[in-house]
Structure formats: C-alpha cells, structure tokens
C-alpha cells in the first residue's frame, strides 16, 4: 500500500451561526489520510463526522486552516474548480443512496460520466463494469423503486466508482440497511480498497462496520482519537 | 444518456402534472392564435391601404350617397391625380343569408386606382366593353367555382329593378388577383352604368368616392380642400385616407384589437402563476436530487441550464400543441363559406407563429428563471442533511 499523503487538514477551524449563536465544530483540527487508506471516522452525533467528511470533499469550507489534496490547498479553489475537483476525484456514497428516481440503475450510474468527455460506448462499457462489480448488471435496466435498499446501496457505490474517482467518501453506507445487507456493502467496499485500490473515508455509528476499515478515529466533541485496526 | 435526457426525463417523471401545466399552456396559446388570426383578419385590409389613397363619404354616414356631380368637382382641386367612384349593391348569389362583396364601379378609372388588381390580357377591355360584364376575385371565383363567360344571377337585398326584380344578370368576363398575395379576392366588381340605370333609387347618385393624391404628403390639403368646397352644402362630405376609414369602420364594430389583447393577456397572466407555480414545486421537490448532482460535480450554472431548458421545454410542448389546435380551428374556420365571406383573410398568419414562438420563450424564462436560479444557489449541505 501506497504511503503518499492523500490529504492533511492543518488547524482547520470550522463553525457556523445557528441563530445569534456561533457553534464552534472544529477548532485547530488537524489529520492526515494516505493514499490506498480505508479509514473509519466514528463518534457520536453532533461530533463533526459528517461536516469532516463535507470538507474533505470540497462541498464545505473551512472557516480557517488549510485542506491539502497531495499537496495542494483546495479551500481556495473556486466553486466551478471544486466542482471539476469533486468530479474527476471523488464518489460519494450517502445512507439514504439518493438515486434519481427517474432514472434507471444503468442511468444513475451513468450520472457522473456526463461531466467527462466520452463517447456513448466508453460510458457504457464503464457502467456495465462498475455494475458487475457490485454484482447488479442483471438489474441495470431497473428503475430504483423496483430495486431493495442493499441493491440501491450497490447502485449508489456504482455510480461513485464509475469514473474511476481517487478515493470514496461514505456517509454512514450502511446505516439504512440491514446487517446482511450491510455486510454485503462492506465487502464491496473492501474490496474496491483491497483490489482496486482506493482509498475510502467511512463515517459510521456502527463499530461493526469500522471493523472493515484499516484505521479507525473516533472523533468526540471536534477532535480524533485514533485507534489502528490493521493490526 | 445527455443533459437532454435529463431535462426531458424531469419533465416527464409527473405525468399528471406535466398533462394539466401543458393543457394551461395549450389553452393559452389556442387563444392567442385564434384571436390574433382573428385580429388579422379584421385588420387585414389596413394594412393594405395604399398611402395616397383617399376615401371621401357623406358626413352624415358613409351608407348615406354623395351626388355624382361632386366626382368632377374633387377632380379639378389641385393636389389630385385620380378620381373614381363605387356603390355598394347588398349582393347575393343564390342564398340571401349569404351575402358577398359586390361594388358597382366606374370600371376604367376604379382599375386605374386599384392598380393591385391584375386582370389577364384582354381581360380589362373585355370587362369594359360588357355592358353586363362583371370581373370577379379568384377566391370567390374559386368558392363557386366561377370561370370566364358563365352567366351569373347576382341579386341584392337593397335595390330592386323596375320590374320589382331583384337579380341582375351578369356574365363573368374576367378573373382577377391581387398584386398582393395575401390580399382579399373575395368580391365582385360591375359596372356602374349597368347597375344605376336599372336600380330604382334614382340616377344621380353615387356611394363614395376614391382618390388618389399626388403624393401621399398632400393627403391632408386635399382632404380638408375637399371637404370645404362642400362644406355647407345639402350634402357635406368627409374625407380621410383609406387606411383611417379602414380603421374607423373596423371600430364601429369595437375595438377588437384591445378586446383581443385583453383576453390574451389574462389569459397569459393566469398561465404565468399556475405553470411558474408548478415549475417551483416541482423544482422544490428535487431539492434533494439537485443537491447530489452538485455534490458529484455538476456546476451550478450547468444545473441553472437545465432547470430552464425544462421550463423552456414544457412552455414549448404545450404552446406548439396549442398554436398547432389554433391553426385547425382556424382553417376550419376560414372553409366555411359565411365567415369566409365576413373574414375573407382568416388565416393563422407566420407574423402570428412567430410572435407566438417568442411568447414561448419567454414564458419558458419568466417561469423558469427563478426555480433555476434557486437550484443554482442551493447550499448542496443545508439540502443534503434535509430529510
């Protein structure tokens, strides 16, 4: 597995006001995640997991401190940059799979291959692998309401492999689904950090999942406590 | 798969929705076909007045006559090229609830001011040495399937002969067109002579004369010379420019146009809250769905594209169906013989589809720019972390 840093938050600062109260999320948070790493962030509500993994993928700011991606700030790319950022590097996959309704398995998982200049066949060659590898090509013409939740699960983790990103960014994947379900999800991401080697941040409540990953933070109150589970 | 798909599959994903925002649009765009081709129709004739072409009625009313002797005094006032003269008859063919446009002319100086009508070789001395003779447009000719030489009865349902007849027998000596390919055809010219001297009324008398002006700057001296040389007279005249008797005739029957564009209006205001209503909702429902596009890298003016192209579509889709209803209604319409008779030029005119494109357009923008630009500023975490 590679060593290179993947990202390094240096004292990054994060708080928004609710109200007329300013709520203090992160304040001189720093880590560093390598590349080829499958990390698990856990902690309970309120602690900042969700905000961590929204900075990492370029969709929050940091109220201060720098977010390096190997090497280069991207807190002060522009919002169209961090948009191309967001699609050539990142598959985000969320609890609730957020699939379009109108849109067949094929289709959904076609979704980020419109921001990359490919023919129809180059599309539909890497949609076709992206499902056989979560094991649902025979299902690419369903229409998500025909499919169960670990199946959309597996066409949501399709579309965020697709396009070959550098590493996942997983909120809580497993948290709407049942724990055969759920296994079946961990394995596949396993696999895709195993195999294919990326790299994956998985915020989770469950200690079961985290099990799967190599490295395990728990973040209390905006700040890590680590623990290794590659041993 | 396209950014197309897309827009078309968010279009379509409300079935019912998508059926009654459309039926909304149809009704609108139904309306302002039918009633703007109506509006043409109405308005056809002024826009095809010649500038210098002068129209001079008795004061009273202009269905009141003027004495045949005031056609050689306007003829003598400076500024004047060309005089001539026209009754109307009240004609019929066959059917007196269906009446058609029937003048009693000065045939030689009528053709010489109504230049836009084309005769065929020979057909103008035919006409005029025909005591009987009477040129008919294409399109009526068309609707009763009249060629040159047949015989027609023509009867009136004001004058009468001195043998209590009403019908006038005339032979068809030509067929003409208009110079204009999209002007009226649908009347009938006779001569003069052959009607005066066979009506009952008297004989010296004429419906109104037609003038033209050297150049059309002169048109309001000779107009005001013409009205003050009769002016306190038995019969005092009025004189305008063909184009404002055009339009004041068309007033009497009410302003059509404001009645036309009142309705259209409502009718479009109405559509305007419903579909930008509905186009807010529907993009508010995908709140969710926009926000994950944007999380896996859409850019927002991409986003902002997409959410107008639907709107842009859907004010595409239900006002095309509407203007495509419009255009069988009216030609429907214009195929029956009564209104083709009344409204000659009821056609759905290209000015009209034109006009009715751009409406669509910015209907798609007005109602669509605001959910647009709604989806664009979306904050993707407020939107993700919703429910």
């Known amino acids: 597995m590679s060593q290179k840093q993947l990202f390094e938050l240096n004292n990054v600062n994060k708080s928004f006001t609710k109200g007329k109260e300013e709520i203090t999320i992160f304040n001189g948070l720093n880590m560093s995640i390598k590349e080829g790493e499958f990390l698990a962030i856990m902690g309970p509500s309120g602690s900042g997991k969700t905000t961590l993994l929204n900075l990492l993928g370029g969709v929050d700011r940091p109220t201060a401190g720098d977010i390096l991606f190997r090497g280069s700030p991207i807190n002060n790319l522009s919002e169209g940059q961090l948009s191309k950022w967001r699609a050539e590097h990142i598959g985000f996959i969320f609890q609730f799979y957020n699939l379009m309704p109108m849109l067949n398995a094929a289709r959904n998982v076609e979704l980020p291959l419109l921001l990359k200049k490919l023919s129809r066949s180059q599309r539909r060659n890497s949609v076709d692998t992206a499902l056989k590898l979560v094991g649902l090509e025979a299902r690419a013409g369903h229409q998500p309401s025909e499919l169960s939740g670990g199946q959309q699960q597996r066409v949501a983790i399709a579309r965020a492999i697709v396009s070959d990103p550098t590493f996942l960014l997983c909120d809580e994947p497993t948290g709407d689904l049942d724990r055969a379900t759920a296994v079946e999800i961990l394995e596949i991401l396993q696999l895709l950090n195993r195999e294919f080697g990326k790299t994956i941040v998985m915020v989770t409540h469950d200690p079961a999942a985290a099990e799967y990953a190599s490295r395990c933070l728990h973040l209390d109150k905006g700040e890590f406590i680590e623990k290794d589970l590659a041993a | ?387």
């Open chain 2, 1 to 387: 798969m396209t950014d197309t798909y897309l827009v078309l599959k968010n279009l379509t994903r409300n079935k019912l929705r998508l059926v009654l925002n459309c039926f909304a649009i149809l009704i609108a765009f139904l309306l302002f076909g039918a009633l703007g081709s109506l509006q043409h129709a109405f308005t056809a004739g002024i826009e095809l007045s010649a500038d210098n072409r002068l129209i001079v009625v008795n004061k009273i009313n202009f269905t009141q006559p003027l004495p045949i002797a005031y056609v050689n005094k306007v003829r003598a006032i400076d500024g004047i090229s060309k005089v001539t003269h026209a009754n109307w008859f009240g004609a019929y063919y066959q059917d007196a609830r269906r009446p058609m446009v029937g003048l009693a002319v000065d045939g030689d100086s009528y053709l010489d001011i109504y230049d836009n009508i084309l005769l065929s070789d020979g057909g103008r001395e035919a006409w005029l040495k025909e005591r009987q003779g009477v040129i008919v447009g294409e399109r009526m000719a068309h609707m009763h399937g009249w060629k040159v030489g047949d015989r027609i009865p023509i009867s009136s349902n004001i004058f009468s002969q001195a043998d209590g007849s009403t019908v006038w027998d005339m032979v068809i000596s030509d067929i003409f067109r208009d110079k204009e390919p999209s002007a009226d055809t649908n009347f009938l010219l006779f001569h003069y002579k052959y009607f005066i001297e066979t009506q009952t009324f008297g004989k010296d008398w004429v419906g109104w004369m037609i003038l033209t002006t050297e150049d059309s700057s002169l048109n309001e001296r000779v107009a005001k010379a013409i009205d003050t040389n009769f002016a306190n007279s038995s019969t005092e005249t009025d004189t305008s420019t063909e184009k404002a008797f055009n339009r004041s005739f068309l007033e009497q029957v009410g302003s059509i146009g404001l009645i036309i564009t009142s309705v259209i209006f409502a009718a479009f205001f109405t559509i305007l809250l419903i579909v930008g209503n509905s186009m807010a909702l529907s993009i508010r429902e995908r709140t969710r769905e926009i926000a994950v596009l944007k999380t896996i890298g859409f850019a927002a003016p991409r986003i902002f594209g997409m959410v107008l192209a639907e709107s842009i579509s859907l004010a595409l889709i239900g006002g095309l169906l509407g203007l495509g209803v419009a255009v069988m209604l009216i030609n429907g319409a214009s195929s029956n013989p009564q209104l083709q008779s009344m409204l000659p030029n009821l056609i759905v005119p290209p000015s009209i589809l034109i006009q009715a494109l751009g409406y669509m357009l910015a209907l798609g923008l007005i109602t669509g720019i605001f959910p647009a630009l709604r989806a664009m500023r979306l904050n993707t975490i407020d939107a993700l972390n919703r429910g």
